[in-house]
T-cell receptor, first 111, second 115 residues
Framework: GESVGLHLPTLSVQEGDNSIINCAYS??????FIWYKQESGKGPQFIID?????DKRQGQRVTVLLNKTVKHLSLQIAATQPGDSAVYFC??????????FGQGTRLTINP | DTGVSQNPRHKITKRGQNVTFRCDPI?????LYWYRQTLGQGPEFLTY????????KSRLLSDRFSAERPKGSFSTLEIQRTEQGDSAMYLC?????????????FGPGTRLTVT
């Protein structure tokens, strides 16, 4: 079936560097994506969202890029901090209701 | 704390027993969702409510699972005759269906271990 998936299960970066987490999706009709951060023992936390009529959206230290041609989106985290260590999920809204999540990328920050 | 709350946070039960989890959404949110998350995976949709009406159920929600939201506020998820494969984190989320925003706010989850 159609899915939302991630390229890499783990990513290690040096503190202060920028992080890029990638996600691929298969449903060309998808029109709304959300990035979530999940720390150990907690529920997913909203980071940023983007609609298909946009190709870039910026938040505080985060940027999401959407490439509809190749059905790919990425989350960029600037100046990565220890508190950014978590699992990051991209998710797609289907039917305006449910979220369909990918498997997640574990981001580890090295001091 | 005005976020989504879930109780209990942890539940250990023996196979065959029934368990019930509770979710209290953000007070003004009219939509409430249940998801299940197993280790190393993303959350999987189970069901959702708009006010008190259960509008969609996943095929993952077998006959042993039932969810209710009787007054359109808190919700319960019951699992009857638990099996070891039911061991997972059960997450609740809520949202306000208005203004074109689909952001769902998640609770901390209830971790179920079936022995």
């Amino acid at each position: 079936g159609e899915s939302v998936g991630l390229h890499l299960p783990t990513l290690s970066v040096q503190e202060g560097d920028n992080s890029i987490i990638n996600c691929a999706y298969s449903n060309s009709a998808s029109d709304y994506f959300i990035w979530y951060k999940q720390e150990s023992g907690k529920g997913p936390q909203f980071i940023i969202d983007i609609r298909s009529n946009m190709d870039k959206r910026q938040g505080q230290r985060v940027t999401v890029l959407l490439n509809k041609t190749v059905k790919h989106l990425s989350l960029q985290i600037a100046a990565t901090q220890p508190g950014d260590s978590a699992v990051y999920f991209c998710a797609e809204i289907r039917g305006a209701q449910k979220l369909v999540f990918g498997q997640g990328t574990r981001l580890t920050i090295n001091p | 704390d005005t976020g989504v709350s879930q109780n209990p946070r942890h539940k250990i039960t023996k196979r065959g027993q029934n368990v019930t989890f509770r979710c209290d959404p953000i007070s003004e949110h009219n939509r409430l969702y249940w998801y299940r998350q197993t280790l190393g995976q993303g959350p999987e949709f189970l069901t959702y409510f708009q006010n008190e009406a259960q509008l969609e159920k996943s095929r993952l929600l077998s006959d042993r699972f039932s969810a209710e939201r009787p007054k359109g506020s808190f919700s319960t998820l019951e699992i009857q005759r638990t099996e070891q494969g039911d061991s997972a984190m059960y997450l609740c989320a809520s949202s306000l269906a208005a203004g074109g925003s689909y952001e769902q706010y998640f609770g901390p989850g209830t971790r179920l271990t079936v022995t």
